[in-house]
């Protein structure tokens, strides 16, 4: 069953322009995880934040995660055509060396228009 | 590091046969799982191996196996493909530590069934 809900489903900006794309989730979690995957390709990692953060930055990317309202936001600045892809978000609610079962969202469908 | 791989990428069977696909985790990851991603229902968790045991298994019918070899390699099995069954098929592995990381994904293997 789907844990993670993407909003919203698809979304069009120009080049240039920020993104904000945002996920909630039903269960306590260990950790979010936010995947790119361009046209039916493998699903590529961009960030991990851990229940106990609430935001982090790698390069262009800002994800936060507020645990008491089960919801993420992945922000992308100064968006570029090359960014058209679906982004997925995946919990972790395992724990310590347990089995590891992501939870995938539906995703939401990025178009940058250059 | 190399990447996670998949063989083969594409596949095309007919109703009634079986398919095997394989996976070869990122050096020194030894949990790996398998994902299977359709337009319907998105990305939902197969198994999980570590260690050459199964350690959790999603929702799907038993002819959906795996395994997982002492080099942590893995293979999944389809048995009596369904139209159904036609999907992505993804394998990620993670590195086992004490605190839980990030799956990596390969490229998948997109299976046809006709």
């Known amino acids: 069953s789907q844990q993670g809900e993407e909003d919203p489903q698809a979304l069009s900006i120009q080049e240039g322009e920020n993104a904000t794309m945002n996920c909630s989730y039903k269960t306590s979690i260990n950790n979010l995880q936010w995947y790119r995957q361009n046209s039916g390709r493998g699903l590529v990692h961009l960030i991990l934040?851990?229940?106990?953060?609430r935001e982090k930055h790698s390069g262009r990317l800002r994800v936060t995660l507020d645990t008491s309202k089960k919801s993420s936001s992945l922000l992308i600045t100064a968006s570029r055509a090359a960014d058209t892809a679906s982004y997925f978000c995946a919990t972790d609610a395992g724990s310590g060396a347990g089995s590891y079962q992501l939870t995938f969202g539906k995703g939401t469908k990025l178009s940058v228009i250059p | 590091k190399a990447g996670v791989t998949q063989t083969p990428r594409y596949l095309i069977k007919t109703r009634g046969q079986q398919v095997t696909l394989s996976c070869s985790p990122i050096s020194g990851h030894r949990s790996v799982s398998w994902y299977q991603q359709t337009p319907g229902q998105g990305l939902q968790f197969l198994f999980e191996y570590f260690s050459e045991t199964q350690r959790n298994k999603g929702n799907f019918p038993g002819r959906f196996s795996g395994r997982q070899f002492s080099n942590s390699r893995s293979e999944m099995n389809v048995s009596t493909l369904e139209l159904g069954d036609s999907a992505l098929y993804l394998c990620a592995s993670s590195l086992v530590f004490r605190r839980r990381n990030e799956q990596y994904f390969g490229p998948g293997t997109r299976l046809t069934v006709t």
């Open positions: 934040i851990r229940s106990n953060e």
